[in-house]
């Protein structure tokens, strides 16, 4: 599991569906955060496919290297991506890209962004500050994201708090979820297509009269 969250039972698993051989257009969406905020539980979630994980159990060697702090209890971490899809329709597919959190593994994120069509900012409000260099990156690279606080059960925070600490911008969405439940992790995709409609209507121009 990515994140350290509550001892909560998860919800139960839907049965997996296969992809329909029909499916010919993939769009991808990247989710991207810090150490452990809950990406890889995140794409379990709402995959409806058994996902492609690469996790590796944590050891003492990484200590030295990867900050535990506030995930301590986290016995195992992605080392390359997580990988997840959901049919869209007969045609389209949703392909879901989860980003390694490590500082170490960052060379991989701009190669991850290429192609995509929007990402998932998923943020522990315990350890803000380890979102800003996602937040960066797709700033940088002009991607559309949402940002998405996962329930970990700490202090509360107010979205204008989050907003402030994140110098996040007022037409970037920001929602909370529980990346352990299906719906929850829908719901965050749903803001995220939301996002892109509004986006391309802005760009698109005016018809003339």
């Keep these: 599991m990515d994140s350290a969250i509550s001892d909560a039972s998860p919800e139960p698993r839907q049965p997996r569906q296969t992809l329909d051989s029909t499916a010919d257009n993939g769009l991808k969406i990247v989710i991207v955060g810090g150490f452990g905020v809950g990406k890889t539980t995140m794409v379990r979630s709402v995959s409806e496919i058994r996902p492609l994980n690469t996790e590796e159990t944590m050891t003492k060697a990484g200590e030295a290297v990867d900050d535990t702090a506030g995930v301590a209890a986290k016995t195992a971490t992605t080392v390359a991506f997580d990988f997840g899809r959901?049919?869209?329709?007969?045609?389209?597919?949703?392909?879901?890209?989860?980003?390694?959190?490590?500082?170490?593994?960052?060379?991989?994120?701009?190669?991850?962004?290429?192609?995509?069509?929007?990402?998932?900012?998923?943020?522990?409000?315990?350890?803000?500050?380890?979102?800003?260099?996602?937040?960066?990156?797709?700033?940088?690279?002009?991607?559309?994201?949402?940002?998405?606080?996962?329930?970990?059960?700490?202090?509360?925070?107010?979205?204008?708090?989050?907003?402030?600490?994140?110098?996040?911008?007022?037409?970037?969405?920001?929602?909370?979820?529980?990346?352990?439940?299906?719906?929850?992790?829908k719901h965050v995709l749903i803001s995220l297509v939301q996002h892109l409609q509004k986006a391309v209507l802005a760009k698109t121009p005016e018809p003339t009269p």
Excluded: K
């Excluded at 529980?178 to 929850?184: K, T």
């Design 86 to 185: 959901i049919t869209l329709d007969a045609r389209n597919v949703l392909y879901l890209f989860g980003a390694p959190g490590q500082e170490r593994f960052w060379f991989l994120w701009d190669r991850l962004f290429a192609g995509t069509l929007g990402a998932v900012v998923l943020v522990d409000t315990r350890r803000l500050a380890d979102s800003w260099y996602a937040i960066d990156r797709l700033e940088h690279h002009g991607t559309p994201f949402v940002v998405a606080c996962n329930d970990f059960g700490g202090p509360a925070h107010t979205p204008e708090d989050i907003r402030e600490a994140l110098d996040l911008p007022d037409e970037v969405p920001l929602v909370f979820c529980d990346a352990r439940s299906r719906e929850s992790g």
